[in-house]
């Protein structure tokens, strides 16, 4: 049976959107969790601090020591979660890549995992990013091939040529 | 020259994200207002009331007499801020189609409109309206075509089969 | 009768939440609009450029022409409301204390306007700041006596010594 | 060394608020996490079912079976992340009193914990309710007494008499 479903995706790609389609469609209840919220949880200075979390002016995101620090641990309480019996999407933006998968694997341990790769065109992205109205412009472009190199996916969709929902149920049909 | 572009679509249709795009595309700078902005001007209790606003099961949406008289003088306010120089884009719903057309065409008077038609295919609609996750689910689907009867459009987009930018794109060049 | 009630006030000091009370108190509808409405009706590119918003590092917000310009069409607008019958609170922050009630009182002309002055402690509002967790840090203590500079009142309150609700309730009993 | 804050409190008694306070002025980067975080992470169709919250006409929510289910692995969750080092706040409704507390405890377990009661006069939470403007009127006066019955604090701060700031350095001072 299927514990954890992990949605990465370059910023504006469309993964909040096909979590909540997930959790409509999917039968039984699911909880979405993913880095929106992780950086929510922080401190509101590490927003901007040299440990936290970085913006360059081209939209580039780094992360310092104090931010990978409070993932980890956040790493461990959502596979605890999983194991307690909770089913989750996780919405995920692996700036490290391989590296960022690798880091889930080794807190999902032996959790079944659907790795899904949320694949947008960095121009469509970068256009959505605008049209939301809430983001720093650059990440779209900055992320979108960034996060999926060396990344192992069971599947991957397109939000540029298929709707959330029909992302959605494409996912839904891999969960066992 | 153009000093107001009026939006008008159903629930989830795209219109923000239009008028965003428009916002960022558009020589010099407009004012984004609309529907979403008069509601949240509203006192809290007319989201719910005989005379403010409701919303049936099934996502119709109905106003009443009190939400008509603020929505009257809205009107006039934005039209006056046309006259006073600030170009306006207004993102609506013609939730009374041609009738609700003809409200708008008597406040703004001589200002020069351009009348845009935000379409969106009513199943794809509502399935955006579930990936957003903030709207009563059932608007989308209730609008879709309601929003657009006898109503006249100096030009259509439809958000179904284009994305925000490029909708926002086709309408910039009709500006004047 | 009274048309109009302008709240002005640092930010941070409360006056969105006397705003929503003062709807909730009063009979009959009023719609509450403000610096935060117009702000958020402005195109983006505006809140960080200069012709539009700036933000020094201590919390000081500046506004340039562009942003002038806008807001003088937006106070035509409100009055032009006003004047076709809606009854409107503006949430109001006075950068430029009397001159900016001088603009207020031009676009206003003949309506019947309620002055109110919302008073908070610097320290408090500043500390209201961390704890909301949405606003730059340091507007608050910036704003606190600026945008009460040479301003004249009709009634004031302090959110420092007085819930909003309470607050709401003394100018209520003001309201003709 | 205190591992985990718990803030308990009624809707619109603060907690929030006190929450970013700590984070500001605690040493070293604590998480923020609460009852807010596991409605807006669960299904959106499970915050009018009747297995996951209800809200009455007068404000009162009831939780059933789904929710408790997903609860008590969010619970699991964020005892492993305290384990494995993240501090974190806890911003938490007990709305069954000292079971509530009771099933906190299991799941902490040997962790270090700080049990801070969050109270704040009906009256005033309700107030404070219509002022935010975004929760269900009732809530703040339904739950102002039930969330403490039975519940055991090692401190109280009350938030009708004192500001958020000045309730989190209360309370930071018990921090080991």
Known sequence: MTQVIVLNGGSSSGKSGIARCLQAVLPGPWLALGTDTLVEAMPASMQTSDGGIGFAPDGEVT???????????????????ARAGARVIVD???LGGAESQQRWRKALGELQVLWVGVRCDAAVA???EVA?????????????????????????????????????????????
Chains 1, 2, 3, 4 share one sequence.
Do not use: K, N
Not at 63 to 81: N, Y
Not at 156 to 163: F, K, L, R
Not at 165 to 173: D, E, G, K, S, Y
């Open 63 to 81: 992360v310092g020591p104090e931010f990978r620090t409070l993932e980890a641990a956040w790493l461990e309480g959502i596979a605890a979660m």
């Open 92 to 94: 995920e933006v692996f």
């Open 126 to 128: 970068a256009g959505r």
């Open 132 to 176: 939301r109205g809430d983001r720093i412009i650059g990440m779209a472009a900055s992320q979108a091939e960034l996060v999926h190199r060396g990344v192992a996916y069971d599947l991957e969709v397109d939000t540029a040529h298929a709707e959330s929902m029909a992302c959605a149920r494409t996912i839904a049909a891999h969960v066992e």
